[in-house]
């Protein structure tokens, strides 16, 4: 059963430090999607790529995120430096071209 | 700007019967719609789709329906279940002929009571 992989499940950090989250796509797709959501803004897309290349990445806080896909198989999505208004869950998806996207389980990040 | 939005924020429904929930769009340029479903501490599921040339699918025991001239999106759930107990997202794609860029409404809490 394919599935989207993200690590860490849960991250619990201090303001001002760096955080790195993961995912691993499944195998095959070529699109892949960074998402936040909050009990204030719902899902919001920060960022994807197709064919590791970005796409779009208009709705992430360029001062701080930065997304990249180093290979296929793996795509980060970093915050230097954290801050309190970034705690939210973050979700990972993947699909092919414009098929239907796929979430992985999200990284529930809380920073104090 | 442009939005997804949905009528009701909760619902509830008795076992067995059937459930509808409502989502409006704004983008008459969107060209593919999804719902989601989403249980607590996990990510969203995807439940059934619908292109815009279409006005309805079916699935197994929901039924999506598209109205582009009121710019309506529907959700039925027949025989509703526990399991059904989740919140509910429409998503709207916002580029098309590309990579799905999705806009999600606010979603709507379903509790299915026994």
């Known amino acids: 059963d394919a599935r989207v992989t993200q690590t860490p499940r849960h991250k619990v950090t201090e303001m001002g430090q760096e955080v790195t989250m993961r995912c691993q796509p499944i195998?095959?797709?070529?699109?892949v999607f960074w998402y936040r959501q909050t009990m204030m803004q719902g899902l919001e897309l920060l960022a994807y790529f197709r064919n590791r290349a970005p796409l779009d990445d208009s709705g992430m806080p360029k001062d701080r995120f930065s997304a990249e896909m180093p290979d296929a198989t793996l795509a980060t999505l970093k915050i230097q430096p954290s801050e309190p208004r970034d705690s939210a869950v973050y979700f990972c998806?993947?699909?092919?071209?414009?098929?239907?996207?796929?979430f992985g389980p999200g990284t529930r990040l809380t920073v104090l | 700007g442009e939005s997804v939005g949905l009528h009701l924020p909760t619902l509830s429904v008795q076992e067995g019967d059937n459930s509808i929930i409502n989502c409006a769009y704004s983008?008459?340029?969107?060209?593919?719609f999804i719902w989601y479903k989403q249980e607590s501490g996990k990510g969203p599921q995807f439940i059934i789709d619908?292109?815009?040339?279409?006005d309805k699918r079916q699935g197994q025991r929901v039924t999506v329906l598209l109205n582009k001239t009121v710019k309506h999106l529907s959700l039925q759930i027949a025989a509703t279940q526990p399991g059904d107990s989740a919140v509910y997202f429409c998503a709207e794609n916002t580029t098309p002929q590309g990579a799905q860029k999705l806009v999600f409404g606010q979603g709507t809490r379903l509790t299915i009571n026994p």
């Open positions: 998806a993947s699909g092919f071209d414009a098929d239907t996207q796929y």
């Open positions: 983008n008459s340029a969107s060209d593919y």
């Open positions: 619908i292109r815009s040339n279409m």
């Open positions: 195998l095959g797709h070529n699109t």
